[in-house]
């Protein structure tokens, strides 16, 4: 099997990752919930990989490190957990559906004005398009560092150091971006990052995180037990107590941080430096084929989508796994509004996303699929 589609969920995982999980599971315990030994071999376990993911990420004081279920809770988290706060929203484009649900959902039920422009263009970045949206004074901008679709990377450190200087909040959806891209949250002075576990942080599914910067707060999403102050109804003021209520996926956790020791041995450049390598060499055999390829030239990820003429990119990725077992995606990848700015809201596209753990072979299979397939359809 040619496994192609790690912007999705990467795999497989390093040996470490499988073994971390299976450990933290047979030792399964409720950290903070009791005095007794599993307990406190498992908080030391959740500690120390909170520690793990904020030195990798740049982040001094670990507790603003919160673990959740993924991106998407994460997004959830900060969209709601900023009302009534926030007013105005800017959003810039590109946005999965785990950030651009939640926040059609609270345009409509609560009447926050959520203004959406899309200025990451084919040619390059519109900053005049992006200055006019600051000039509104938005509470909250929302940047998605890099579209699942495209591959294609905003350029997020200016972005932010514009918002905040606009006077709102920034909140960066690192779904695509984080263990792929170096990344330091205080230097970029994010107020709130979103990343998933199972992608480039190479963890298992249903793990993820939210940094949430010092200076800023949100309402909890979620209140129930926390291990701490249990004899008083509101959620505990400390962190990350505060955003953790309920038990921890604590095999998960474990998971996550093996992942990113495997990252750190690894070292991020190289694993940058391979994919988009291997994106390339997919470009180049595609561009023979005459394929269809989206996305600008700019600074990107390995995330690479495409089109045969005439031919279906559901059908076209169901056919690559069925006769040529290569998973790749088709469709809208949960991207809708990426689709509609580039046209392709009806077809979809196939997506390809190569990972760690992919080779040349591999693209080389991949365009000797589309090729015979693309034979047979004439």
């Known amino acids: 099997m040619v496994y192609l589609d790690n912007a999705a969920t ?114 390059g970045f519109a900053w005049a398009e992006y200055e006019r949206a600051l000039a509104m004074k938005p509470d909250l901008v929302t940047i998605t560092h890099a579209s699942n679709v495209t591959g294609q ?45 199972h992608k480039g942080l190479l963890g298992p599914q249903g793990i993820g995180g939210l940094y949430i910067a010092p200076q ?25 107590e505060r955003f953790e209520a309920g038990t921890l996926n604590v095999s998960g956790i474990a998971g996550l941080a093996a992942g990113i020791e495997h990252l750190n041995v690894t070292g991020i450049e190289a694993v940058s430096q391979h994919e988009l390598s291997l994106r390339q060499r997919a470009i180049t055999g595609l561009r023979q084929l005459g394929a269809d390829i989206y996305g600008g030239q700019g600074e990107s990820v390995g995330v690479l989508s495409f089109n045969l003429p005439d031919m279906d990119s559901s059908e076209l990725a169901y056919l690559l796994d069925e006769e040529f077992g290569i998973c790749v995606r088709g469709g809208l990848h ?35 699929a589309l090729e015979q397939l693309k034979q047979r359809a004439r």
């Open 334 to 368: 949960c991207s809708p509004r990426t689709h509609q700015s580039l046209g392709t809201l009806g077809p979809g596209m196939v997506r390809m996303s190569p990972g760690i753990f992919n080779a040349n072979e591999d693209i080389d299979a991949l365009l000797s």
């Open 153 to 197: 990377v905003y350029p997020l450190a200016a972005m932010a150091k514009m918002a905040k200087a606009a006077g709102a909040y920034v909140c960066a959806d690192l779904a695509q971006t984080a263990g792929v891209i170096a990344l330091d949250f205080q230097e970029l002075n994010l107020d709130f990052a979103a990343f998933p576990g």
């Open 216 to 240: 800023a707060d949100l309402l909890p999403l979620r209140l129930g037990g926390t291990g701490s102050h249990s004899a008083v109804a509101e959620a505990p003021k400390q962190r990350p």
């Open 10 to 123: 990467s795999w497989p995982k390093p040996e470490s990752v499988y073994k971390a999980t299976d450990l933290a599971l047979r030792r399964a315990a409720n950290p903070g919930r009791g005095g007794h030994r599993f307990s406190r071999e498992t908080a030391a376990r959740v500690l120390e990989a909170r520690e793990v993911v904020a030195k990798f990420f740049g982040v001094r004081d670990s507790r603003n490190i919160i673990f959740t279920a993924g991106a998407t809770d994460s997004l959830n988290m900060v969209i709601y957990g900023l009302l009534p706060t926030v007013k105005s929203i800017v959003s810039t484009g590109y946005e999965h559906n785990a950030l651009w649900r939640p926040l059609c959902d609270i345009a409509k039920r609560f009447g926050i004005k959520v203004e959406y422009i899309s200025p990451l263009k084919e040619q």
